[in-house]
T-cell receptor, first 115, second 114 residues
Framework: DGGITQSPKYLFRKEGQNVTLSCEQN?????MYWYRQDPGQGLRLIYYSQIVNDFQKGDIAEGYSVSREKKESFPLTVTSAQKNPTAFYLCASSEQGALGTGELFFGEGSRLTVL | AQSVTQLDSQVPVFEEAPVELRCNYS??????LFWYVQYPNQGLQLLLKYLSGSTLVESINGFEAEFNKSQTSFHLRKPSVHISDTAEYFC????????????FGTGTRLKVLA
């Protein structure tokens, strides 16, 4: 089945540690996204990538980093510089042929808790 | 800049009653409009979308939304809800010019009561 796989689903980390969230898609989509979801705030864009080896900052990129070395993979690193990293993180992808008219396909999410 | 407003954070409704979840947007350019649904601890799934053409769009599970350009609204409606419709619903927009960015509302939590 085609889709987006995020791992791990739940992650605990101590303050000061970096952590990497995995996102893999087999939909052959060019564009991939990382969103952060907090209660009552909706989804906020962290980073997005339109094509391999290229990515842009979203609205809340500080304290996060990404890479896009392969079309199917878009890992997100939450660094120790992120002041409030406890949140639900969602990865998504979309086709780019329609230039933004297509739907976003989401993974199941990763819930990060900083202890 | 674009923005999306979902005024109702929570909407309780009895089973088999009608429901309307409101969505208003602000944009200086033309946009595409979407409704997504999220069940607990899961990702979002597309419910329906408006790209062009008929302003009334429908989903396979009985939801519908109407694009109203003059009121910049895209309200979601269902004439009779089921317990299984309990979820969080997000309205979203993206520019038609293809900036690859989607703006989401803060979500409305629909709770269907027996």
């Amino acid at each position: 089945d085609g889709g987006i796989t995020q791992s791990p689903k739940y992650l605990f980390r101590k303050e000061g540690q970096n952590v990497t969230l995995s996102c893999e898609q087999n939909l052959n989509h060019d564009a991939m996204y990382w969103y952060r979801q907090d209660p009552g705030q909706g989804l906020r864009l962290i980073y997005y990538s339109q094509i391999v080896n290229d990515f842009q900052k979203g609205d809340i990129a500080e304290g996060y980093s990404v890479s896009r070395e392969k079309k199917e993979s878009f890992p997100l690193t939450v660094t120790s510089a992120q002041k409030n990293p406890t949140a639900f993180y969602l990865c998504a992808s979309s086709e780019q042929g329609a230039l933004g008219t297509g739907e976003l396909f989401f993974g199941e999410g990763s819930r990060l808790t900083v202890l | 800049a674009q923005s999306v407003t979902q005024l109702d954070s929570q909407v309780p409704v009895f089973e088999e009653a009608p429901v309307e979840l409101r969505c208003n947007y602000s944009s200086s350019v033309s946009v595409y409009l979407f409704w997504y649904v999220q069940y607990p601890n899961q990702g979002l799934q597309l419910l329906l979308k408006y790209l062009s053409g008929s302003t009334l769009v429908e989903s396979i599970n009985g939801f519908e939304a109407e694009f109203n350009k003059s009121q910049t609204s895209f309200h979601l409606r269902k004439p009779s809800v089921h317990i299984s419709d309990t979820a969080e619903y997000f309205c979203a927009v993206s520019e038609t010019s293809g900036t690859y960015k989607y703006i989401f509302g803060t979500g409305t939590r629909l709770k269907v009561l027996a």
